[in-house]
């Protein structure tokens, strides 16, 4: 029988990321909806350096338990001008009484809640960076009141 490698992760970089308070669209056919533009943040990490763009936004879906599928686009240009488009994907959850906090705006410790997605990206195929656009990432995340903080992982 053929063995298989087990994947591991490897560390990317940091994105913190400054967002406006969310637009409540209020009760859908999919759930509550609501948009949060991003301001711009910073990206700071051994694969990539660089600034988050302002013009993007997250869009959420809340379920009736509280969970937000998370649905974000947004650009990232580095430090050396390269602009790479981000498309992340993912899910936040926890008891409700973690949730209502988050949703208060206050900061809870990531420890308290799962925060995971999945993020495509799309770069120059001739850029140094054209690496991004042929692998598996992943990212943990932390909510604040007025930021997101995600830490971005290449499985290996």
């Known amino acids: 029988m053929t063995i298989m490698q087990d994947p591991t992760l490897e560390f990317l970089f940091e994105a913190a990321v400054a967002l406006e308070a969310p637009q409540e669209l209020g009760h859908t056919r999919y759930g509550r909806r609501r948009i949060i533009n991003i301001l711009g943040g910073t990206v700071e990490g ?3 350096r660089g600034e988050v763009l302002a013009g993007g936004a997250d869009w959420q879906t809340l379920r009736t338990d509280g969970t937000a599928d998370l649905v974000a686009n947004y650009s990232i240009r580095t430090d050396d001008g390269v602009t790479i488009y981000v498309q992340n994907a993912g899910v936040r959850t ?3 009484e973690v949730l209502d906090r988050l949703m208060a705006g206050e900061d809870v410790p990531p420890s308290e809640y799962y925060m995971r997605t999945a993020a495509a990206m799309e770069v120059d195929d001739s850029s140094r960076y054209a690496w ?3 692998c598996i990432i992943i990212s943990t995340g932390m909510r604040k ?3 997101v903080h995600l830490r971005f992982y290449k499985v290996t």
Request: aromatic share 0%; no cysteine.
């Open 46 to 48: 051994p694969a990539l």
């Open 94 to 96: 926890a008891p409700r």
């Open 132 to 134: 991004l656009n042929r």
């Open 145 to 147: 009141a007025s930021s």
